[in-house]
Nanobody, 124 residues
């Protein structure tokens, strides 16, 4: 069983930055893609960013492109989401997820293990 634990969420003013971490329990973490999703109250879960198994390929939602950066350190079984220039509309619970294979997906069905989520609140 793979466990993913997110951390780094919190309350930040608009224009500020946060870095989320996603720590995985399994050493096989490095063989799989990682995705970041978010869900705001009353809204569906949406894709934010993803990275393939090696870190050589990434994808971003248009709403965060140029502001967020996804990365990973396979030696530490950890993925990161650096969030800059945060906006109130970025407020949501953020989830990391492990993909079903080495390539990432922008659809949540492409992931089979999920963390518990971490709250990000951006005040105006």
């Amino acid at each position: 069983q793979v466990q993913l634990v997110e951390s780094g969420g919190g309350l930040v003013q608009a224009g500020g930055s946060l870095r989320l971490s996603c720590a995985a329990s399994a050493r096989t973490f490095s063989s799989y893609a990682v995705g970041w999703f978010r869900q705001a109250p009353g809204k569906e879960r949406e894709f934010v960013a993803a990275i393939n198994w090696s870190g050589g390929s990434t994808s971003y939602a248009d709403s965060v492109k140029g502001r967020f950066a996804v990365s990973r350190d396979n030696a530490k079984n950890t993925a990161y989401l650096q969030m800059n220039s945060l906006k109130p509309e970025d407020t949501a619970v953020y989830y990391c997820a492990r993909g079903r294979g080495r390539s990432y997906s922008v659809d949540y069905v492409g992931y089979n293990y999920w963390g518990q989520g971490t709250q990000v609140t951006v005040s105006s």
